[in-house]
């Protein structure tokens, strides 16, 4: 047997959760070709691993990657810590199947993800054949469709129920997606105009995602206060419309909130139990982050992002938003979960100096009232400004990623601006650092078996997320003792430590834990069923 890739004395942990072996892979044609004892020859490109973990490359289960490989082909944050096959259209957004004439709304909720959004596309297959122009990524691709692209393609941002002809069109164009390759549909129930849907009108189209194969994911209607019963929500989905569940960024927030991870959990035991699909993802923080406009009530929304900057500018509707997001706790409020030093500015394009600073410091700083600092920069910065917010508990965050069934996902994004939340690097080494050496909570298979396996199983993925003869060669190799994220909130962009080889479908992209300018990630399509 030729070769064109060996990989020697490796520790092969190989996704299935089975403690690690000692053997050589053969790699040809993209593919592991042989796993056992392999003899170097010449014209073989050898890796002498020395006894490093070798392991599938880690799925991120959770991107927001839809754009930036047009800025960043490479998608080098992911790629350095070790993914190689990257999961987008999440939170209900996704940038195709494009409608022209609601474009513009579309736009504005997605530009955040690029710094140069260029949509020639209009159908979900268009968009994956744009994605394929580039030539080879640097990880491989796997998309969802978003609920609110769906929405307004058809509907725009209005907050009301579609129409039953509304929402055939939302059908035929999610089922269109789906035939194009999507691997199924995403909801972000916080977000417009996810948030203006009900669960009906979600059971619906689930039922198309099942039809086809796919998978339901969802960024849940509420994470706080009403945490089971939007848990509730997703399993009603699952069952009704007989779709796989998948349970976005699983988490809880808000102090009152805490400790309500056990309980959660057993929610999603129970409905396994009884036959129902359902799983979930999550990143090992305890902030997460989002649109600052996040903190508004769904309401301001509603006449998109123009209407939203006025709306923060005018001193009545101020006055409004303060009380409403003062008194009202029957909703999504952010600023009741993080309190204003929990909210830290991420990204401002109007003030990049208040990137990395609290609302507090910066009410402090400036002598204002915190509420009139972030009106300031919405009114300004509109839906690009970002914020990071501190609303989990460390004790929650351990019990989720901690289960059987739970992967991980990094919601992480870097489009080079401002201050990112360090988990668009830091994630996937942070579980191994913390998780499993210092912390001791899974071993280290188990901790890969989330990263690979696990996520490959609910993407119907048959030739990846494990070493095995047959498979696709998407590979990490790593120093157990030395793998560390290095991404902290202060320094986001640190490159993570101790990933020493990554390959995707057999091209070698990090050698010694640098860029080789070679890219081997392809476009995934969702396997028809
Ligand atoms: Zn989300």
């Known amino acids: 047997m030729e070769f064109d890739l060996v990989i020697k004395n490796g520790r092969i942990v190989d996704g299935t959760g089975n403690p690690w072996f000692r053997a050589d892979i053969g790699i040809s044609n993209g593919r592991i070709a042989k796993i056992g004892q392999v003899e170097e020859r010449q014209g073989y490109e050898v890796i002498n691993t020395d006894g490093l973990i070798v392991a599938p490359g880690f799925i991120d289960m959770h991107a927001h990657d839809d754009l930036i490989f047009f800025d960043d ?16 259209g999440n939170c209900g957004i996704s940038p195709a199947p494009v409608n022209r004439r609601t474009l513009d709304i579309l736009k504005s909720y997605i530009s955040i993800l690029s710094k140069k959004v260029g949509f020639e596309w209009i159908t979900y297959g268009d968009y994956l054949r744009k994605l394929e122009d580039m030539g080879s990524l640097g990880t491989n691709f796997a998309g969802l ?6 929405r307004i393609a058809v509907m725009g941002m209005e907050a009301r129920d579609p129409s039953r002809e509304e929402l055939e069109e939302m059908k035929s164009l999610l089922a269109k997606s789906l035939e194009d390759g999507a691997f199924g549909m995403s909801t972000g129930l916080i977000y417009p105009p996810g948030c203006y849907s009900k669960t009906e009108e979600i059971i619906e189209l689930s039922k198309v995602v099942s039809k086809y194969g796919g998978y339901y994911a969802t960024h849940m209607r509420n994470e706080s206060y009403a945490v089971l019963e939007s848990i509730a ?14 349970i976005s960024h699983l988490k809880v927030t808000g102090k009152p909130n ?14 396994r139990e009884e036959g129902i699909d359902v799983t979930a993802d999550a990143y090992p923080y305890t902030a997460g982050s989002t649109y600052l406009a996040s903190i508004l009530p769904p309401w301001a929304h509603e006449g998109g992002e123009k209407k939203l900057k006025e709306i923060c500018k005018d001193p009545k509707t101020r006055a409004k938003l303060r009380e409403f997001i003062e008194k009202r706790d029957d909703w999504e409020n952010f600023v009741k979960q993080a309190s204003w030093d929990g909210i830290i500015i991420a990204y401002s394009p109007s003030h990049p100096d208040f990137e990395g600073k609290s609302v507090a410091e910066i009410a402090k700083l400036l002598r204002k009232d915190p509420f009139d600092v972030v009106f300031d920069i919405i009114a300004e910065d509109g839906l690009k400004a970002m914020m990071i917010e501190f609303v989990m508990n460390e004790n929650d965050v351990e019990r989720i990623i901690s289960h059987p069934y739970v992967m991980i996902g990094t919601d992480g994004l870097d489009v080079g601006v401002g201050k990112p939340h360090p988990r668009a690097y830091g994630t996937f080494p942070r579980v191994l650092k913390v998780f499993v050496k210092e912390k001791g909570l899974i071993t280290l298979e188990e901790a890969i078996r989330k990263m690979t ?19 696709w060669a998407d590979i990490v190799v790593f120093n157990p003792k030395l793998v560390s994220d290095e991404a902290a909130y202060k320094e986001p962009r640190r ?17 010694d834990g640098e860029l080789t300018g070679k890219r081997g990630g392809r476009v995934l399509r969702r396997a028809s069923s």
């Open 73 to 88: 082909p490479f998608n080098k944050p992911k790629l350095y810590q070790g993914v190689t096959t990257v999961v987008c």
């Open 145 to 150: 469709v978003g609920h609110g692209t769906l």
């Open 258 to 271: 805490w400790g309500k991870a056990p309980e959660m959990l057993r929610l999603i035991e129970r409905a």
């Open 495 to 511: 490159k993570p430590k101790g990933i020493k080889y990554v390959i995707v479908n057999g091209v070698v992209e990090i050698e």
């Open 233 to 246: 929500e997703a399993i009603r989905i699952g069952k009704e419309a007989r779709a796989p569940v998948e």
């Open 453 to 471: 396996s696990l996520p490959a199983q609910k993407l119907k993925l048959q030739d990846r997320g494990l070493i095995k003869e047959g498979f």
